[in-house]
T-cell receptor, first 114, second 114 residues
């Protein structure tokens, strides 16, 4: 079965530091890839998505992610963390088809220290 | 545009009670999904629908039923609630024809079964 692995259930960074959230997928066939963010007590909001047009994808709020086929990875980064980035981040993949559902990682909770 | 809305936002049930969660979308999307979110588990697919009048099981369908009588609505039912169904439930929808199969999420329903 296809799966998504997010390394680290909790990541803590200082304000202004680099944010790196890791995501690896299990398939040899490149899927569509997504990062969603969930702020406390809210729904999921799309941060960015990989559509095969470019390996480096820019999203909202200064986040970006790089697709690396050889590593089956889609890590999320932001050069300088802000307090408002504190949230839970989910990596997800989709292979389309008749179901087209998203397969989610277990999530990484990002804390930002002042 | 309201996007995806969910009713109710919160609910407390006693074991054995029944209830229906309502999801509505105004984007004319063909596909609709119900997920549950539990701590450390990410989001898991309960049921989905690829069009009006059709439904299918996802990863964790036991104890739930669904109906899609109208294209814009997707109902999730719990016939006899159990404490294991305490969770946050998210509805999502997407367009059928346009990749990369991005899904749009509702704000969630927080359900507690005592």
């Amino acid at each position: 079965a296809q799966s998504v692995t997010q390394l680290g259930s909790h990541v803590s960074v200082s304000e202004g530091a680099l944010v790196l959230l890791r995501c690896n997928y299990s398939s040899s066939v490149p899927p569509y890839l997504f990062w969603y963010v969930q702020y406390p007590n809210q729904g999921l909001q799309l941060l960015l998505k990989y559509t095969s047009a470019a390996t480096l994808v820019k999203g909202i709020n200064g986040f970006e992610a790089e697709f690396k086929k050889s590593e089956t990875s889609f890590h999320l980064t932001k050069p300088s963390a802000h307090m408002s980035d504190a949230a839970e981040y989910f990596c997800a993949v989709s292979y389309g088809g008749s179901q087209g559902n998203l397969i989610f990682g277990k999530g990484t909770k990002l804390s930002v220290k002042p | 545009n309201a996007g995806v809305t969910q009713t109710p936002k919160f609910r407390v049930l006693k074991t054995g009670q029944s209830m229906t969660l309502l999801c509505a979308q105004d984007m004319n999307h063909e596909y609709m999904y119900w997920y549950r979110q539990d701590p450390g588990m990410g989001l898991r697919l309960i049921h989905y629908s690829v069009g009006e009048g059709t439904t299918a099981k996802g990863e964790v369908p036991d104890g739930y039923n669904v109906s899609r009588l109208k294209k814009q609505n997707f109902l999730l039912g719990l016939e006899s609630a159990a404490p294991s169904q305490t969770s946050v439930y998210f509805c999502a929808s997407r367009n059928r024809d346009r990749g990369p199969y991005e899904q749009y999420f509702g704000p969630g329903t927080r359900l507690t079964v005592t």
